[in-house]
Each structure stands twice: as structure tokens, then as C-alpha cells.
DNA sequence: CGCGGAACTGATCTTAAGGT
DNA sequence: ACCTTAAGATCAGTTCCGCG
């Protein structure tokens, strides 16, 4: 066995990897594995030269996923998408093809809005998004366009917005920009940082590192607490608590009466023959 | 007060160089 | 030939500092 820097980082990851799937949380990303690996105390955060401190870890993953240790679906890139337009033979096909995908409003029309300052919080988040019939988006750190043009549309006043950054001098500056520019363009709004919080620091025994931001001319230190510091499985519980004490009525109900009418509708196609 | 420049947020991949 | 490390590329957008 060789004790190489990239064999023990591969053998960290793959380890890691198997403790997520037990965990039931794949797919995960690259951010949250390279941050549960500093936590853990198997990679530094420090730069050392110009390398990136996640490059040693993201070569390790690479090498993993093309030797097949590792599922390509385990890891999801959050800067890339597929467009897929594509019909089916008739439009009554079409239909039963996407009716899987047709969902029973659980929110009565208003749905919470779930915000992340990092793609790869919104990546995690998505499964549990799609359950429970609730948009989420990333701003993916500074951001104006994208949401005026796509996030304010969908928007109303006094909606619910559950947002996830960063604890520290940057993340709090996204925030309140967010707030702001949302704010200014669709009235106030119900918002509440769900993550991370002064509270969650405290009850999960995170400690804070110490940060620079060399726009300021003191050198900017400051204490900081990553999203990611908190496990992915803490951050998933801490969503699914709060939607479930929104809901205005049991999940399973609305998923049950969801199914039935998908049942009922896929049958009444399948009497119709080709349209 | 306006503006330019630098720094920051976010994510991942490729290529070159060095070592065995 | 293979493995490891180093360094670079790419993108949009905001915020701060300092200068004129």
C-alpha cells in the first residue's frame, strides 16, 4: 500500500463517500466533500503557493470516479445543465411521459422560496426541494441580473424566503444584497436566515476560523463559519424541519392524493387511444 | 463624487513540469 | 510510462479602497 498525498486523500474520499451513502445523502458535491474533509482534519484549507487547497482533492476525485471506485451520480456539478426540448411520438404521449412529474400544490399557493448563496448547498437541497413542491435557487455568491430578471418575477410580497450562506463578513454582505435588491422589487418579505446561524454554531460546536478580506485596509480578519461546516445531513434536517412546520397540512396527505389523481389521469389517457 | 482596479463570491477542469 | 504537484484557464457580478 502505497502512503502517497493523493493515495491517502483518495482513500479519505472514498471513505467519506461510503459514510454518505449509508447516510442516504447522495448525491453530494465536490464543496461539501472538500469541506467535511477539512473538518475532519485531512486536508488544510491553508493555500500553500498558487495551487487552490481543494485541487489535490478534486484531482483524487476525478481519478476515482473515471476508475469506477466511485459513481459518476454520486457528484453533481452544479455549473452545468442540459436543455432537453425533446417531443414524444403525440402529444397524449408527451403527457404520460411528464405526468410523473405533475404535482399537487402542498402550500396553497404560497410556497416558501429557498435561497443558497453557494451551488452546491442548492445541489444538496434539490431532492428534498422537489419533494416537498418548493422552488430553490442559488445566487452563486454576488448577484444582481439573475434576480430581477428570474428570481423577483416569482415572487410576491410577504412570501417566505428561507435563506442558506455563509457566516462571516461576505456572506453577510450576499444576504443582505440579496434582501435588498428582492425587496426593493417585490415589496417586504418574510424572510428568515434558516442557515448558518449564531444559534446553530452554538448547539453543534462549531468553531469559527478566522478570515481575511484584503479589500480592507486593516486586512479585514474576521470569524467565519461555512455552510458546509455543518454536516449535509444536519443542513437537509434543518430544511425539512422548518417545511414541515410551514406546511399547512401533512406532506404524505398531499403525496397520497398527488398519486391517485396521477393514477386516475394516466388511466383515463390510456382509454383514449391515439389522438 | 465618480471611476478604475483589485478583491471577493461561487465551481471545475486541463495542461505543464517535476519526480521515480 | 506513470504518478504527483504546480499553475493556469474560464465566467458574471458586487463591493471596497484610493486617487484625482
Redo the contacts with the bound molecule.
Sequence with gaps: M?E????RLRTALKDLLTQHELAGTLPT???FLFYELVAAGVISKER?????P???M??A??SLRESGDVEWEW?????RSLADWRGAASVREWVLDVLEQARVDPWLGDAPQVIT?????AGVLRVLARRYAIPIAAT???????LHTVIAPALHAGQHVLYLG?L?L??D??E??TRRVLERAVGELAWERLAVTQQQVHDHGLTPIV???????DGGAHEAV?TEALRQEVIVEILRGRLDELLPEPLARVLGREAAQRRRLAGLLGQQGEL
Excluded: C, M, P, W
Design positions: 502505497i502517497t498525498k493523493i493515495g458535491s465536490a464543496r500553500h503557493g498558487a495551487r487552490r481543494d485541487q489535490d478534486n484531482d476525485l476525478i457528484i453533481v456539478d452544479e455549473t448563496e453557494s451551488r452546491s448547498l452563486n455568491g454576488q448577484v444582481g441580473g439573475f455563509d462571516d461576505a456572506g454582505q450576499i443582505a444584497h478570515k481575511g478580506d484584503r479589500r480592507y485596509a461555512e
